[in-house]
């Protein structure tokens, strides 16, 4: 295995490890006792939120990043 496959895939585990805490801090901030009954009912009372906050841009980003990064990672170990 060469030195470029071997820091694609420390580079991919990175990654993959971010993407798990970001969509894990953004599940904690959605998990509410109204969502063990039909989820999301909380959120209707004041209507949808507008925009994402930071967490689901850190999430949205790295995971279209790991996407790529399975794709290259691929490509250098083939």
Not at 6 to 25: C, E, R
Not at 28 to 35: I, K, P, T, Y
């Amino acid at each position: 295995m060469s030195t470029l496959g071997i820091l694609m895939i420390i580079v991919h585990i990175i990654l993959s490890l971010g993407v798990i805490f970001f969509a894990l801090k953004r599940m904690q901030r959605n998990s509410e006792l109204g969502g063990a009954f039909g989820g999301g009912a909380s959120q209707a009372n004041f209507g949808r939120e507008k925009g994402m906050d930071s967490n689901a841009k850190w999430a949205l980003g790295l995971g279209i990043v790991f996407m790529f990064s399975c794709f290259l990672t691929t490509l250098v170990l083939a």
